[in-house]
T-cell receptor, first 111, second 112 residues
Framework: GEDVEQSLFLSVREGDSSVINCTYT??????LYWYKQEPGAGLQLLTY?????DMKQDQRLTVLLNKKDKHLSLRIADTQTGDSAIYFC???????????FGPGTRLSVLP | NAGVTQTPKFRILKIGQSMTLQCAQD?????MYWYRQDPGMGLKLIYY???????DKGEVPNGYNVSRSTTEDFPLRLELAAPSQTSVYFC???????????FGSGTRLTVV
């Protein structure tokens, strides 16, 4: 089945850029997602990219997709303390019916 | 518009007890999902439903059961609670498999 990997931890200084990476083993052609989870809360849809795109920008967020290497990344520009959270990538399973979530990357923003 | 509502938020069960985790959505979404979240493991799919009357197993269904008698509700049943079921449970819904999911705020379950 689909295997999705992420680094578990990332620390950055306030104002710097953060880059969260995600690799996957297989994916049907559809949308790939990034979710944000704040402490004690559920996951919130953050942004997405369609599989025929290389890049998508949404204000401070930039999503990059390298289909050849099966690599997805989320860049957060001018990272703020409010960006401290766990970030999950989600990719379609082999049947395109459900999404497989990565283990999540805990982003800590230092003042 | 409440979105996805989960109850209870917290629960402590003794080994062997049963309980039902409730999930309701008011967005008329056909697709609903139950996940469990364990530290450093991401989310694992327990069961899902593509519409009222239709349910199917996910990656980790053992020890759980579901039903989907209406579009709005998707309860998760634990029949004989075990310590391995200590986790945070999330319910989610979507109108279409190409759309992102809307998640509930979760139920933190501890089995002692």
């Amino acid at each position: 089945g689909e295997d999705v990997e992420q680094s578990l931890f990332l620390s950055v200084r306030e104002g710097d850029s953060s880059v969260i990476n995600c690799t996957y083993t297989d994916s049907s052609s559809t949308y790939l997602y990034w979710y944000k989870q704040e402490p004690g809360a559920g996951l919130q849809l953050l942004t997405y990219i369609f599989s025929n795109m290389d890049m998508k920008q949404d204000q401070r967020l930039t999503v990059l997709l390298n289909k050849k290497d099966k690599h997805l990344s989320l860049r957060i520009a001018d990272t703020q303390t409010g960006d401290s959270a766990i970030y999950f990538c989600a990719v379609p399973d082999n049947y395109g019916q459900n999404f497989v979530f990565g283990p999540g990357t805990r982003l800590s923003v230092l003042p | 518009n409440a979105g996805v509502t989960q109850t209870p938020k917290f629960r402590i069960l003794k080994i062997g007890q049963s309980m039902t985790l409730q999930c309701a959505q008011d967005m008329n979404h056909n697709y609903m999902y139950w996940y469990r979240q364990d530290p450093g493991m991401g989310l694992k799919l327990i069961y899902y439903s593509v519409g009222a009357g239709i349910t199917d197993k996910g990656e980790v269904p053992n020890g759980y059961n579901v039903s989907r008698s209406t579009t709005e509700d998707f309860p998760l049943r634990l029949e004989l609670a075990a310590p391995s079921q200590t986790s945070v449970y999330f319910c989610a819904s979507t109108p279409d498999t190409n759309y992102g999911y809307t998640f509930g705020s979760g139920t933190r379950l501890t089995v002692v």
